[in-house]
């Protein structure tokens, strides 16, 4: 098998790389973060610009088809300025909306244009992106955090969207959403007060249960978000 991994640098996206290469039947893991990755071993190092398409489709025409597995592990929650999820929409800010979705809904779906077309059409195949559960509108309970609950519902509609297309040519193919837990990374640092240890997982515990509910998924079960425990989480 041939996987790729956007966002390696990443907590969950270096533990991802690392479980997936630990895998006897995995050959090659393609590891893709801004700076580039080295290579080592089965691992194969690349350099994108999720704001940048050219970067991501010249990193795609280099990993090249087939691609048995794609994760798209980028994501932001905190923004560049360092400003936090709006408790209010008060604090709507419209440049801090575009670069919500400029990270969180947009840059998966360039990727998504340029990986799709290196799935193959005659086996099993997966395309999966980290997603939240405060992205699910049906769960949505407390409301706040405006911008990044719009960009990864938006995201979302994008995984159904996928999936249903990809399904009249790639019958076996995956497409799903994956909500990893609240993970000790730095996306999650500044909002983990009040979770219990259990509850935080280490990223190499969450890139492990991610990867095994990926496993128990075929064509039946694409276009939907998961949780790492399994669970469906309803859009």
Same mark, same amino acid.
């Given at each position: 098998?041939?996987?790729?991994?956007?966002?390696?640098?990443?907590? %969950?996206?270096?533990?991802?790389? #690392? &479980?997936?290469?630990?895998?006897?039947?995995?050959?090659?893991?393609?590891?893709?973060?801004?700076?580039?990755?080295? @290579?080592?071993?089965?691992?194969?190092?690349? &350099?994108?610009?999720?704001?940048?398409?050219?970067?991501?489709?010249?990193?795609?025409?280099?990993?090249?088809?087939?691609?048995?597995?794609?994760?798209?592990?980028?994501?932001?929650?905190?923004?560049? #300025?360092?400003?936090? +999820?709006?408790?209010?929409?008060?604090?709507? @800010?419209?440049?801090?909306?575009?670069?919500?979705?400029? %990270?969180?809904?947009?840059?998966?779906? %360039?990727?998504?244009?340029?990986?799709?077309?290196?799935? +193959?059409? @005659?086996?099993?195949?997966?395309?999966?992106?980290?997603?939240?559960?405060?992205?699910?509108?049906?769960?949505?309970?407390?409301?706040?955090?405006?911008?990044?609950?719009?960009?990864?519902?938006?995201?979302?509609?994008?995984?159904?969207?996928?999936? %249903?297309?990809?399904?009249?040519?790639?019958?076996?193919?995956?497409?799903?959403?994956?909500?990893?837990?609240?993970?000790?990374?730095?996306?999650?640092?500044?909002?983990?007060?009040?979770?219990?240890?259990?509850?935080?997982?280490? +990223?190499?515990?969450?890139?492990?249960?991610?990867? &095994?509910?990926?496993?128990?998924?075929? &064509?039946? @079960?694409?276009?939907?978000?998961?949780?790492?425990?399994?669970?469906?989480?309803?859009?």
């Amino acid at each position: 098998m041939r996987c790729a991994v956007f966002g390696a640098s990443g907590g %969950i996206g270096a533990a991802l790389v #690392d &479980a997936l290469a630990a895998r006897e039947n995995v050959a090659e893991v393609w590891a893709g973060s801004r700076g580039g990755h080295g @290579d080592h071993g089965k691992v194969r190092g690349f &350099a994108f610009d999720l704001t940048d398409e050219a970067s991501v489709a010249a990193a795609c025409a280099r990993i090249a088809a087939p691609l048995d597995i794609a994760i798209v592990a980028t994501g932001r929650l905190t923004l560049a #300025d360092g400003t936090g +999820p709006e408790k209010s929409y008060r604090a709507l @800010d419209g440049a801090h909306l575009a670069e919500s979705f400029a %990270i969180n809904t947009i840059g998966p779906a %360039i990727i998504a244009r340029h990986v799709l077309p290196l799935l +193959p059409r @005659d086996r099993r195949a997966v395309f999966a992106a980290l997603s939240a559960r405060v992205g699910s509108i049906a769960d949505n309970r407390l409301g706040g955090w405006h911008g990044y609950r719009a960009a990864k519902a938006a995201l979302n509609m994008l995984i159904r969207n996928f999936a %249903i297309e990809l399904s009249r040519t790639h019958r076996e193919a995956v497409v799903v959403a994956l909500h990893p837990g609240t993970v000790d990374t730095g996306l999650s640092a500044p909002f983990q007060k009040g979770v219990a240890p259990e509850k935080l997982f280490t +990223p190499a515990y969450s890139a492990e249960r991610l990867l &095994a509910v990926l496993d128990g998924l075929g &064509a039946a @079960d694409t276009g939907k978000l998961y949780a790492w425990d399994g669970a469906e989480v309803p859009f």
